[in-house]
């Protein structure tokens, strides 16, 4: 029985004008003409057997089955382009790789990577984001800054750039007012802003408050947040206390975003590392920039 693939030409002009509900935006995107992005979907729908698009007065919607092609068709493209760019990557000897976590990336590896840039001209960058507690293909990277214990990798090389302390963190704002915060026993007047998710089994909250000595502690209130980016963000918008992590709240404490009001810290045998196959460790771009990582982002994380 013969097999009936439709073309990725057709898969592209489906996808966008579903993505915009326009065959003229879609025409745009793809660099085509509109009735070629309307010939390119009607030969879909002849191999399908079934219209993907309707006309409501002068605007298109997709049918239950265009809804329904939808999510395996993006899935597809994306798989495709995902390939593709590891394929083209490998060959490019002069562009390194970088996955990295979200909130890392933004408060610690941006703000230090030009000096990179500067030291390091040929080689070119791309930066991935790591999904917290989900482990990255090696395939997708060159080098990786992961988060976790010494022995999280078994296989990789993993070498720990930061030491990792624990405190709370707030605006400055929550210092004053009418519930000042001025030891830890004030927080029963705040709201706790803690980072929960599945993923995440650690409840560092709980584990400081056992170092202060308040283990029935309880806040004025609750916000939680599935990433640290988001809270970190909510502490600095003065909507209660998150729990800092030295590596990455030592920006934000430098330019007085967030303050840290009491001087109780927890040690903690977590912290950031660089992680890549063993195979990775005679690149030279990998080398300097392991070398350049360890130097510069581990100074900088040490400054908290």
């Given at each position: 029985?013969?097999s009936?693939?439709p073309?990725?030409?057709?898969?592209?002009?489906?996808?966008?004008a579903?993505?915009?509900?326009?065959?003229s935006?879609?025409?745009?995107?793809?660099?085509?003409?509109q009735?070629?992005?309307?010939?390119?979907?009607?030969?879909?729908?002849?191999?399908?057997?079934?219209?993907?698009?309707?006309?409501?007065?002068?605007?298109?919607?997709?049918?239950?089955?265009?809804?329904?092609?939808?999510g395996?068709?993006?899935a597809?493209?994306?798989?495709l382009?995902?390939?593709t760019?590891?394929?083209?990557?490998?060959?490019?000897?002069?562009?390194?790789?970088?996955?990295?976590?979200?909130?890392?990336?933004?408060?610690?590896?941006?703000?230090a990577?030009?000096?990179?840039v500067?030291?390091?001209?040929d080689?070119?960058?791309?930066?991935?984001?790591?999904?917290?507690?989900?482990?990255a293909?090696?395939?997708?990277?060159?080098?990786?800054?992961?988060?976790?214990?010494?022995?999280?990798?078994?296989?990789f090389?993993a070498?720990?750039?930061?030491t990792?302390?624990?405190?709370?963190?707030c605006?400055?704002?929550l210092?004053?007012?009418s519930?000042?915060?001025?030891?830890?026993?004030?927080?029963?007047?705040?709201?706790?802003?803690?980072?929960?998710?599945?993923?995440?089994?650690?409840?560092?909250?709980?584990l400081?408050?056992?170092?202060?000595?308040?283990?029935?502690?309880?806040?004025?209130?609750?916000?939680?947040?599935?990433?640290?980016?988001?809270?970190?963000?909510?502490?600095?918008?003065?909507?209660?206390?998150?729990?800092?992590?030295?590596?990455?709240?030592?920006?934000?404490?430098?330019?007085?975003?967030?303050?840290?009001?009491?001087?109780?810290?927890?040690?903690?045998p977590?912290?950031?590392?660089?992680?890549?196959p063993?195979?990775?460790?005679?690149?030279a771009?990998v080398?300097?920039?392991a070398?350049?990582a360890s130097?510069?982002?581990?100074?900088?994380?040490?400054?908290?």
């Open positions: 029985m013969a009936h693939l073309s990725i030409t057709a898969l592209r002009a489906f996808e966008a579903a993505r915009y509900l326009s065959f935006r879609a025409a745009v995107e793809l660099n085509l003409t009735s070629a992005v309307s010939h390119q979907i009607r030969k879909l729908e002849e191999l399908l057997g079934t219209s993907l698009f309707e006309r409501i007065g002068s605007a298109v919607a997709l049918t239950d089955a265009g809804a329904e092609y939808l395996p068709t993006r597809a493209i994306t798989e382009q995902v390939a760019d590891r394929a083209v990557g490998r060959r490019q000897e002069n562009v390194l790789t970088v996955a990295c976590l979200g909130t890392f990336a933004i408060k610690c590896l941006f703000p990577l030009g000096d990179f500067a030291r390091n001209p080689i070119g960058l791309r930066v991935r984001t790591l999904v917290p507690f989900v482990q293909r090696p395939d997708d990277y060159d080098i990786s800054i992961q988060y976790g214990m010494d022995a999280d990798w078994p296989g090389v070498q720990r750039i930061t990792e302390q624990l405190f709370p963190v605006s400055p704002r210092l004053e007012g519930s000042p915060l001025r030891e830890p026993g004030d927080l029963t007047n705040h709201v706790i802003i803690k980072t929960v998710s599945p993923l995440i089994l650690r409840d560092d909250w709980r400081w408050l056992n170092k202060a000595g308040l283990n029935d502690l309880r806040g004025a209130g609750e916000l939680t947040c599935d990433l640290l980016y988001p809270s970190y963000q909510a502490a600095i918008a003065g909507l209660g206390v998150a729990m800092g992590r030295s590596a990455v709240v030592q920006g934000d404490i430098a330019e007085r975003q967030l303050v840290e009001p009491f001087s109780v810290r927890l040690s903690s977590l912290g950031y590392h660089l992680v890549y063993t195979h990775h460790a005679t690149i771009k080398e300097r920039f070398d350049w130097d510069v982002l581990g100074r900088t994380a040490l400054r908290t």
